[in-house]
């Protein structure tokens, strides 16, 4: 009996609750409204903040309230995961007030959230582009941040990602072989190369710069007799500049191998 007339209480507290709340939103009291809105912010009650202030918004307009009402409404936003409209609200915070209190905390929840949006790397990278310019921007308008490493680190992962993009399309190159002849490998070269040189520090660059050598490896012993010589050096050239890159590599015994058949054809 007593857990069902707490059950019915709290019930009734609900009902109320919600009846209060809906109350609120119709309300024309923005005074009321707005402090309400306040507190729900506090809260961390992201849902209220965005009913709230999302019908006052214009009513704001050119107030003293404005610039937190902008804020306040990309925060929630963001709280909520909606990165859009969070990025929505905060970029319209910083251009409008671009020494603004709010400012520096838009900039970086900004590029955090381009970041925090960025697709799979299998996918178009136009939105981790636009993170890393996001992000880089903020370090420029703040470089002296406390948000700085968080800033390097997320700035890190999302060039390792476009890097790891390159080394997908460099390994489905290679793997394609001689489909449609051997263009593929030259492809595969094209394209690790390209990340090779765009990105200079990644953790992936031990397995761009083998799979340059296999895939000239392979070109070379494709060749038709009057480029074989010519091939075969090449394939040895980036041998050992692959092996003065990576000298304890995970792959150098397959080097060696790729080597020693280079090294015999040449002997011939």
Partial sequence: MKLRFIYILLLSWTLVSCSDYQKLLKSTDYELKWTKANEFFEQGKDQKVIDLLEDMQAF?????????????????????KDYISAS????SYYKTYPRGQYAEESRFLTGKAAYLSSPDPRLTQGDTYKAIELLQ??????????????????????????????????????????????????????TANYALMEYPVSKYREELAWLVLRSHHQIALQSIEEKKLERYQQTIDEYYAFVNEFPTSTFRKEADAILEDMKKVIKD
Avoid: W
């Avoid at 107030?63 to 963001?78: I, N, V």
């Avoid at 929505?88 to 970029?91: D, I, S």
């Fill in 60 to 80: 704001f307009k050119g107030t003293d309230r404005a610039e937190q009402t902008l804020f306040m409404l990309g925060k929630s936003y963001y709280n909520k």
């Fill in 137 to 190: 921007i903020y370090l420029e308008y703040f470089p002296e941040s406390e948000n700085r490493e968080a800033v390097v680190r997320m700035l890190g992962e999302l060039q390792d990602k476009l890097v790891y993009k390159e080394l997908l399309n460099s390994r489905l190159y290679f793997d394609l072989g001689n489909y449609m002849g051997n263009n593929n490998y030259q492809a595969c070269i094209v």
């Fill in 88 to 91: 929505h609200y905060f970029e």
